[in-house]
């Protein structure tokens, strides 16, 4: 295959025409603008491999479960396949999903979210898409009737659930920290601060230690950030009225793929339901 000069024809990572505002034409006073960043070719697929079976290996060896890491690994690709179409359909790729060993995936985006509505979609988008993941899990539960299956859909309703915790890097602090920004700046550093100080107190004392470093690491990062965001259109009132509800339909729905999986194996009662989704988030120990 050859490089040519003739024009490539649009891509779904492209913006729409009517996402854009006309660029104002430059004038001699104008300073040159940057050139565009170099695309992203993303992760080398020899790595990707590696870190996807350390990744599964890691969450085998910890739960002892070959059912729980398969599921956790088919949920993370799911839920950052989200992000990337969010990312791609908002003009912000090609984007790329990068599996980190011992700790999960990220999307990597090409290019900057136009405004924080679109990164609000963005962070929400790989949660609501990653429920879908849980759907193999109860069929091969019905067509086999072992119970096993419904705790590998728990499973993926629980990851998708504790990424949206408001708390740096996850999805949470993304889809809700330009809401209280819209408030007051302070009270998005407070919260985040706050609830992160919360999750990485919960990892360290559940015995999630590789969890809670990396979060704790990432709370530090965030506290020595200059820009608490990328530069952006601000969330408009009603904008921020819709981020809000969506972040509750997002949580209320994968509470409910996590209790519609565990209802069964806790015989139809849910305080017993509840019980067993409290055992694996370390609460009631």
Request: aromatic letters at 8%.
């Amino acid at each position: 295959m050859t490089e040519t000069n003739a024009p490539r024809p649009p891509g779904p990572w492209d913006p729409r025409p009517e996402d854009v505002a006309p660029a104002p034409a430059l004038t001699a006073a104008d300073p040159v603008r940057a050139a565009e960043p170099p695309l992203d070719k993303g992760q080398n697929p020899v790595w990707a491999v590696l870190s996807t079976l350390l990744l599964g290996g890691f969450i085998w060896f910890v739960s002892g479960s070959w059912v729980i890491a398969i599921a956790a690994i088919w949920g993370l690709l799911v839920h950052e396949y989200g992000h990337v179409l969010a990312m791609n359909r908002l003009g912000m790729g090609p984007a790329k999903i990068y599996i980190i060993p011992f700790l999960g995936g990220v999307a990597k985006s090409q290019r900057l979210p136009q405004s924080e509505w679109h990164g609000v979609l963005v962070s929400l988008a790989g949660p609501a898409f990653g429920l879908l993941a849980a759907i193999p899990f109860f069929a091969l539960f019905l067509g086999t009737g072992q119970g096993l299956w419904l705790l590998g859909a728990a499973v993926i309703a629980l990851i998708n659930l504790v990424n949206l915790a408001p708390a740096p890097p996850l999805d949470g602090s993304k889809a809700l920290g330009p809401v209280l920004a819209h408030i007051h700046p302070m009270l998005e550093r407070l919260a985040m601060i706050a609830i992160g100080a919360l999750v990485v107190w919960w990892g360290f004392t559940t015995g999630r230690w590789v969890l809670a470093a990396f979060l704790a690491i990432a709370l530090i990062g965030h506290l020595r950030r200059g820009a608490w965001r990328p530069d952006g259109r601000p969330l408009s009132r009603r904008e921020s009225v819709f981020s809000v509800g969506l972040f509750l339909a997002t949580a209320a729905a994968c509470a409910g793929v996590g209790v519609a999986a565990l209802m069964p194996l806790a015989e139809g009662s849910l305080p017993n339901a509840m019980t067993i989704a409290g055992s694996y988030l370390g609460i009631g120990r």
